[in-house]
């Protein structure tokens, strides 16, 4: 155990004094807690005197967001291991001569660490949070403290069913199945008064919210073992104290180490199993050191039809990237897709009053994490693309044309959404629309220029700060003179058509400028 500990404590330095001798790396973490303590003091000066939520639709949000964590963390653990390890763990600590149960522990305290500097996105959420809700920042810390439990709660689970099952595929199918099942079970019943009430007559938009908050925070889902106990933990943040606001993390705890308890009384040989895990954790750490894209496949893909059917020149490209979804099984409406709808979902049924303008703001924010990371960056790689004798102009429109037509369907599902739910008119839902599609145009058109500038260049936090800098400037013109439009006319519609139009000119022009990267493949690395 010793060992172990000097391992961890010998990391902890090395990380500290390669933040010394690599000023970079500091300046980044300066300006991560910066921007965290920017917008906790500017929520302060700008929050709101009562809040517009209450803290029953703050339970039902909060239960929402952990069963998508923990549901994302069981089926992604379940086909690759859990992911406690690194492959330096791998190479050394798994041929030392030390337990395997203090090697387990090792590395479930190691994941609490990187769990909760994983989950510091959610700090950036105090703003809004602090005006719907009227949390406090030590509040804020405590979702943060559930979110780490709950997908910790979530891997110590993986790694029991991956280990019982990971030498019988046909069981592992099973177990999947069976978990798809009891989940889209559970949401069914949960959803189904919110359904019930939305076709009980043509004013029953007012009435979804309450009643969906109302299923998601009856008594009996604050029993629901993980998922309802931390919710009700962060739940009773609001007005509970001392020993009540601890039983549902005591609780949660208790079930883990009973399941690490029965793991290591399996007496199975984990170390293989979470082999997989860690070697494609380190593919793709690997692969961002080098400034490469690392793609996330299904371990099994189904070839079926083979050939391109279509395309000639640069056209091929784009058939090649539909080639490719179909066989990866990549759908228009992904995850990211339908966490964005969710989030619409509420929004609009909370904050109808204000208007579109909240809903897309947020959908703005999403798409900052959406949009920077498409498959499309990684073709930038390979040599065929400069390749097609044809015009680099039209060779990059088809590159990003499956990105491109992926942000357009995301718009229009996710502006009718906004338009119908916050009784907007049709030309505010065009607009809204129109804003969303123009917004994501312009992050790929940044993305697009941080490549052809530093594309060669594997400073990443330079072209990162860059990234950023061009898409501020790049969305300012098309903002000012929507929302100047906007107040002088009165018509929000007709700001969002304006602000829309100006941001997909900008993006087209920041295109034709970048059309060269794609001619030679020695200019942009």
Request: net charge positive; hydrophobic share 55%.
């Amino acid at each position: 155990m010793k060992a172990l500990l000097y391992l961890t404590r010998v990391r902890l330095k090395n990380m500290l004094v390669g933040m010394i001798k690599k000023p970079a790396q500091l300046i980044l973490i300066i300006f991560v807690v910066g921007m965290i303590v920017f917008t906790i003091f500017s929520a302060r000066f700008d929050g709101v005197d009562v809040p517009v939520g209450t803290p029953e639709q703050f339970a039902a949000l909060i239960f929402v967001f952990f069963t998508m964590m923990f549901v994302i963390g069981l089926m992604s653990g379940l086909k690759r291991g859990a992911g406690f390890f690194s492959m330096s763990d791998v190479n050394f600590v798994f041929h030392a001569p030390i337990s395997n149960k203090k090697v387990l522990m090792y590395g479930l305290i190691r994941q609490v660490g990187v769990l909760a500097l994983g989950g510091f996105f959610i700090l950036y959420q105090y703003s809004w949070l602090n005006n719907l809700f009227g949390i406090r920042v030590s509040m804020l810390f405590l979702l943060l403290l559930g979110y780490v439990v709950v997908i910790l709660s979530s891997q110590v689970l993986a790694l029991l069913l991956y280990s019982a099952t990971s030498s019988n595929e046909r069981m592992q199918k099973l177990v999947s199945r069976v978990i798809f099942v009891v989940f889209v079970a559970a949401a069914a019943v949960l959803l189904l008064p919110a359904v019930q009430a939305a076709l009980s007559g043509p004013l029953a938009f007012d009435k979804i919210l309450p009643t969906l908050v109302g299923s998601l925070t009856r008594p009996g889902v604050y029993y629901i073992p993980v998922l309802g106990w931390m919710t009700a933990f962060v739940r009773d943040c609001f007005h509970a104290e001392g020993l009540r606001l601890l039983i549902p993390l005591a609780a949660t705890l208790v079930l883990d180490g009973a399941l690490i308890v029965i793991f290591t009384l399996m007496n199975v040989d984990y170390y293989e199993d979470v082999l997989q895990s860690a070697e494609t954790s380190y593919a793709a750490l690997t692969a961002q050191r080098q400034g490469k894209v690392k793609e996330v496949l299904p371990s099994k893909i189904k070839v079926g039809k083979v050939g391109l059917g279509k395309g000639y020149g640069a056209s091929a490209i784009y058939y090649k990237m539909a080639v490719e979804n179909r066989r990866a099984q990549v759908l228009f409406l992904n995850l990211q897709s339908m966490i964005a709808i969710v989030v619409t979902v509420f929004l609009c049924l909370l904050i109808k009053e204000v208007g579109t303008i909240v809903p897309i703001a947020t959908n703005i924010y999403i798409m900052i994490f959406t949009t920077l990371f498409a498959r499309w960056q990684r073709d930038l790689e390979r040599h065929y693309v400069y390749l097609i004798p044809d015009d680099p102009f039209k060779k990059l429109l088809y590159l990003l044309g499956d990105n491109i037509l992926k942000r357009l369907i995301d718009a229009v599902i996710i502006g009718t959404i906004i338009g119908v739910l916050c009784s907007a008119g049709i030309l505010e839902t065009l607009g809204s629309i129109a804003v969303l599609f123009a917004a994501s145009m312009i992050f790929i058109a940044a993305v697009i220029l941080s490549e052809r500038l530093f594309g060669a260049m594997h400073i990443k936090w330079l072209q990162v700060v860059f990234l950023f800098l061009t898409i501020f400037i790049a969305l300012a013109p098309g903002v000012a003179a929507g929302i100047i439009l906007g107040i002088t006319t009165g018509s929000g519609a007709l700001g969002y058509l304006v602000a829309s139009g100006i941001s997909l000119v900008i993006s087209v022009l920041i295109l034709f400028l970048c059309r060269g990267m794609l001619d030679r493949v020695d200019i942009n690395g």
